[in-house]
């Protein structure tokens, strides 16, 4: 969310059905040699809960507390983790600002796809770093949308990341936070940092149709959408161009997609 409260993406089923495929192996690969049996782990901005879920499984018997600001989607959470039978996984909803914890309560403090979308993402790693015990580690990582790459490129498809940009930067995010992360965390006051780079790609016929719904999908049906008009940024006839343009490269043989991503992992002192 940015500090004003408005979270870009919104949580329309184009835009879950993103949340709901990510795990720990495919989206904090980073982070997995500081999951060890025993850690408190605290997972910012965790939606439906399936990385908090999988880092639940991996720290156990220590414990994992989901935080998220849309009480809706923490119901969710909680149903997949009983679903997995996962015990050792709570679910809160919380500011990432003003974190209703003590000082220094946590071995890791995680964000995925969060700093991104904030306001103050500097303040809001200066509250993950006080939550966070000495010692232990405060990692994020966020996507890059200037280095998104794709391939063939319709015509219809290209308006759809200027316009994206004039949503998320209205709403006072960043969408190019994977380059900023390294520089964030410095300001936040964190020195012992670790920076890396990964990426999605979807390139199967399989991923490419179900990337084109959620992407596609979400510049017609989600608040990105909705923003978008609202703001005369597109009218309805540009986002269903749009449209159309993720669905002409999902259908294309040789269609392809990559995503990169910035990680951080900032040992506190």
Do not use: K
């Not at 849309?70 to 500011?95: H, I, K, P």
Request: proline fraction near 5%; charged fraction near 20%; charge should be negative.
């Amino acid at each position: 969310m940015s500090e004003s409260g408005a979270y870009t993406h919104g949580h329309h089923p184009t835009v879950l059905s993103s949340h709901r495929w990510r795990t720990v192996e495919n989206s904090a690969a980073y982070l997995v040699e500081h999951l060890r049996p025993g850690a408190r782990v605290l997972d910012v901005g965790c939606g439906p809960g399936t990385i908090t879920v999988g880092m639940a499984e991996r720290v156990a018997p220590g414990h994992v507390t989901g935080l998220d600001a849309a009480e809706e989607v923490l119901r969710e959470a909680v149903r997949f983790a009983a679903q997995r039978r996962v015990g050792n996984v709570a679910f809160v909803t919380g500011d990432v600002y003003a974190l209703d914890f003590p000082d220094d309560t946590f071995d890791v403090v995680h964000a995925h796809q969060v700093l991104q979308h904030l306001a103050d993402p500097v303040r809001a790693l200066r509250e993950m770093r006080r939550v966070c015990q000495p010692g232990g580690v405060v990692a994020a990582r966020d996507a890059d949308f200037g280095t998104m790459a794709w391939y063939p490129e319709p015509p219809g498809m290209a308006a759809w990341l200027p316009v994206y940009y004039q949503v998320a930067r209205g709403n006072g995010g960043e969408p190019d936070a994977g380059r900023r992360l390294v520089s964030w965390a410095r300001r936040a006051g964190l020195t012992d940092i670790t920076a890396t780079a990964s990426s999605w790609s979807f390139a199967t016929p399989e991923e490419r149709r179900w990337w084109s719904e959620s992407w596609g999908g979400r510049m017609v049906s989600s608040a990105v959408a909705d923003t978008a008009v609202a703001r005369g940024h597109a009218t309805r006839d540009d986002l269903r161009r749009i449209h159309r343009g993720w669905q002409e490269w999902a259908a294309a043989e040789d269609g392809w997609f990559a995503v990169a991503h910035g990680e951080i992992v900032c040992r506190v002192g």
